[in-house]
């Protein structure tokens, strides 16, 4: 690939995802592109930056962005946050709305649903707790395959062993034909996807009282971090809880927000802890 035209994708990206792609990575951006480049019937990915130069066709430009981005997730990944959410943080939120009992969380980058169903079968643990209550959870994702396979909840063999524990498995979810399974359309119902992008305005999403963006961050560079940041601390419920990454850092922002505390990548408004404070 010539470098003009890595450079021409990477800028792309970066500008619609926020990705950043360096030119180590020009092995995995061929690797991608390459099923779009066929899907335009063109010969080469020389001639996609051609037609991307030319014509900057508003569909095209969707389908290289989405093939980019990482779409990762696994159920409950990584645990520790899980048991913050259910053991720590619903308490401190069932106590804090208990007049309202309305709870509304929000998964940021929700890639194929695992994150906003592990919150929504945690909920349905703490049923018996939250009787009576309404908890929206809304799960957001630039890629609309990805928002279409969430709302499906449909997951092969692999994806569902990847960190979801077997009495859940059984719990929550119906077997279908071959590998694949399917979450309890209660539980689905839990769980509302849609298309959002981190870079653009979604103050229209509404306030929220806990979000996870987890392991999203790391994918920005540092300027593109603060904004991020930022604009979610805008949304935030003034006693709101944030969830980052346990590898995530919010130093660029570090006036907005405090780690909340002994909890790793869990975070409270700066502002909220100073009201305590006094």
């Known amino acids: 690939m010539k470098p003009e035209d890595f450079d021409l994708f990477a800028q792309l990206v970066k500008h619609r995802s926020g990705l950043v792609l360096t030119r180590e990575k020009a092995y995995l951006l061929e690797s991608r592109l390459l099923p779009v480049v066929r899907k335009y019937n063109l010969k080469a990915l020389e001639d996609m930056a051609q037609a991307v130069r030319a014509n900057r066709q508003e569909d095209m430009l969707r389908d290289i ?4 981005v990482t779409n990762d997730s696994s159920f409950f990944r990584d645990w520790r946050p899980f048991i913050h959410f259910q053991k720590t943080i619903l308490p401190r939120m069932h106590s804090a709305r208990a007049a309202k009992k309305h709870l509304r969380i929000w998964s940021a980058g929700a890639s194929s649903g695992q994150e906003a169903y592990s919150l929504a079968m945690i ?6 707790a939250l009787r009576g209550w309404r ?12 928002i279409e396979r969430a709302q499906g909840g449909i997951y092969t063999q692999f994806e569902v062993q990847r960190g979801l524990p077997i009495t859940m498995l059984v719990k929550y979810f119906e077997q279908m034909p ?18 959002g992008n981190l870079l653009q305005d979604f103050g229209p999403i509404g306030t929220f009282d806990i979000i996870f963006c987890r392991n999203v961050l790391a994918y920005f560079d540092a ?8 604009a979610l601390g805008g949304v935030m419920a003034p006693d709101g809880v944030l969830f980052l990454g346990a590898a995530e850092s919010i130093s660029s922002v570090d006036a907005k927000f405090r780690p909340m505390g002994g909890l790793q990548g ?13």
């Open 123 to 128: 909920c349905a643990e703490e049923a018996a």
């Open 223 to 230: 300027p593109t971090q603060a904004k991020v940041l930022d």
């Open 266 to 278: 869990i975070f409270t408004l700066a502002a909220a802890q100073e009201k305590q404070a006094v």
């Open 65 to 68: 962005t989405e093939a980019l």
């Open 178 to 195: 071959g590998d694949k399974w399917q979450i309890k359309e209660d539980i689905r119902q839990m769980a509302q996807f849609r298309e």
């Open 135 to 146: 908890v929206d959870i809304i799960g957001t994702e630039i890629s609309r395959d990805m």
